[in-house]
């Protein structure tokens, strides 16, 4: 039984910094895609951050530059380092694994398309002042 529990949201000022992380059972790391969502109110769920099985990672266009998605295969986690936090980061975010796929989205294919077989409770993140 694969089980998912997200930890480390919280509130933070815009510019600044949080790091969730994703703590998995069931499920080995490295052989199937894992990746987080987020989910802002009113608004659709959309892919952030995912990492393929050959170590590769995407990330949508709105975080590049300030998130880095990161495994450890001896913790069996997935972390998801996010930086330069802005208001519009704020959401409840997923961390969310397949049973099949091993390749995250090719440049200008959209990681929210996909449709992951396991899924956390979410962690909220607020950035505000």
């Known amino acids: 039984q694969v089980q998912l529990v997200e930890s480390g949201g919280g509130l933070v000022q815009p510019g600044g910094s949080l790091r969730l992380s994703c703590a998995t059972s069931?499920?080995?790391?490295?052989?199937?895609?894992i990746g987080w969502f987020r989910q802002a109110p009113g608004k659709e769920r959309e892919g952030v951050a995912c990492?393929?099985?050959?170590?590769?990672?995407y990330y949508i266009d709105s975080v590049k530059g300030r998130f880095t998605i990161s495994t450890d295969n001896a913790e069996n986690a997935v972390y998801l380092q996010m930086s330069s936090l802005k208001p519009e980061d704020t959401a409840v975010y997923y961390c969310?694994?397949?049973?099949?796929?091993?390749?995250?989205?090719?440049?200008?294919?959209?990681?929210?398309?996909?449709?992951?077989?396991?899924w956390g409770k979410g962690t909220q993140v607020t950035v505000s002042s």
């Open positions: 969310a694994a397949d049973s099949v796929l091993v390749s995250c989205p090719s440049p200008g294919f959209l990681f929210s398309n996909y449709g992951m077989d396991y």
């Open positions: 069931g499920f080995t790391l490295g052989t199937r895609i």
């Open positions: 990492v393929s099985t050959d170590g590769s990672t």
